[in-house]
């Protein structure tokens, strides 16, 4: 899939590929100071397990994705979502939600752990938050 959005006087290009760069990964989520973009040939590899990956270009650069996994019929899970801040305020974020939706529509359930900092964006994509279950982890990563 392949899809075009024009404005701003740029071109992006949105597109479900699972095939990605270290490189790319790396500029993507260190941008966004995330630390697993420390890790840029484990997330090669994440991404090519994902169920779902859409992606934003500007050209032949990665500015955005958003990544999910699912059990094939009833609920899926947003893992990922991120946008190179250069490119806030674009509406890449929103778009990507949309899609994913969209991707999902007969899902009964789409899930996201949500930062509490982006809460209010969820909550305009059409998220609700949960007032009786909390995110928990085993993990080693920072952000």
């Not at 095939?19 to 994440?46: C, M, N």
């Not at 939600?97 to 996201?112: F, N, T």
Request: hydrophobic fraction near 40%.
């Amino acid at each position: 899939m392949v899809h075009l959005f024009e404005g701003d006087n740029m071109n992006i290009e949105y597109k479900e590929t699972h095939d990605f760069t270290r490189e790319q990964l790396e500029e993507l989520f260190l941008s966004v100071e995330w630390s697993s973009g420390h890790y840029p040939d484990k997330l090669v590899i994440a991404m090519k397990n994902f169920k779902t990956v859409i992606s934003a270009w500007d050209g032949d650069k990665l500015i955005g994705m958003i990544c999910a996994m699912d059990d094939g019929i009833m609920n899926a899970y947003v893992h990922y979502l991120l946008v190179n801040p250069k490119y806030h305020g674009l509406k890449i974020g929103r778009t990507l939600v949309s899609m994913i939706k969209e991707h999902y529509k007969d899902y009964l359930r789409i899930a996201v752990i949500a930062y509490d900092k982006e809460l209010h964006f969820y909550e305009n994509c059409g998220f609700e938050k949960s007032k009786d279950a909390s995110p928990m982890f085993i993990t080693s990563l920072w952000t």
